[in-house]
């Protein structure tokens, strides 16, 4: 619970309040509105290390989250386009989305191996997972899930690339860091709606819920 507590204050500061806050005082100061969201954006970067070294690792999604970072702070020195610099946040949500999409030719999709991987290959639970993979019932309620998280990523990018073509920096900034969040915490609800569900009608739905909220918890893609 104290671990849950501290991840989900990590990112109430680093990914949503230091950044609007430092937007807003950088305007107020009147600087550019580009550098006043490359500047703003060290926040989530800080908060994405200081996770890592807690957790002695980075894992892929947090790769991809860094180097969405890098690639948009680039764009906006470059072009000093403020929408662009904005729109680097839908890159790593992008590519995880059409990453669950694409693992569905994989022989295990990639929310089983995300969650396989949270929970630890070599543990009880995890061995109970691999063991369980035989049965099509199992292998069916994770490919649902990899679809439905995979559609929900692709959905949340184009909704706030839509955000940033229709708002102001500000207010689009504002929304782009609180959207990913909704969406997971849509996403983890009929995750776990749909596993008790499969569970009631006698599916081997064994961890489906626990493992995939779990692991979806530890490092969702966003900026």
């Keep these: ?16 309040a230091a950044p609007l806050v430092a ?5 107020s100061a009147s600087l550019a509105t580009v550098n006043a969201l490359l500047l703003s954006g060290v926040f ?8 890592a070294l807690s957790h002695r690792r980075l894992d892929v999604v947090g790769l991809l989250v860094l180097a969405g970072i890098v690639v948009g702070s680039v764009l906006g020195l470059l072009t000093h386009s403020a929408r662009l610099l904005l729109l680097e946040g839908s890159v790593p949500t992008v590519v995880f989305g059409l990453g669950c999409l694409g693992s569905l030719r ?6 089983f191996a995300f969650a396989l991987e949270f929970t630890g290959p070599e543990t009880a639970k995890g061995r109970e997972m691999t063991m369980l993979w035989q049965y099509d019932g199992y292998r069916r309620v994770f490919r649902t899930i990899t679809v439905v998280w995979g559609s929900g990523f692709i959905i949340e990018a184009a909704l706030r690339v839509l955000v ?4 102001s920096p500000g207010t689009a900034m ?16 009929w995750t ?17 819920p626990g493992a995939v909220m779990e692991a979806s918890h530890s490092q969702p893609p966003r900026q």
């Excluded at 989530?44 to 996770?51: D, E, F, H, M, N």
């Design 44 to 51: 989530p970067a800080i908060g994405l290390i200081v996770r």
């Design 1 to 16: 619970m104290r671990g849950r507590f501290g991840s989900l204050t990590m990112i109430v500061i680093f990914d949503i």
């Design 192 to 208: 776990v709606a749909y596993g008790a569900l499969r569970k009631k009608k006698g599916e081997r739905a064994g961890f489906v």
């Design 174 to 189: 504002a929304i782009s860091k609180v959207t990913p969040f909704v969406f997971l915490g849509i996403l983890s609800a």
């Design 164 to 167: 940033v073509e229709k708002m």
């Design 106 to 111: 994989a022989p295990r999709p990639l929310m």
């Design 23 to 27: 937007y807003k005082l950088l305007k």
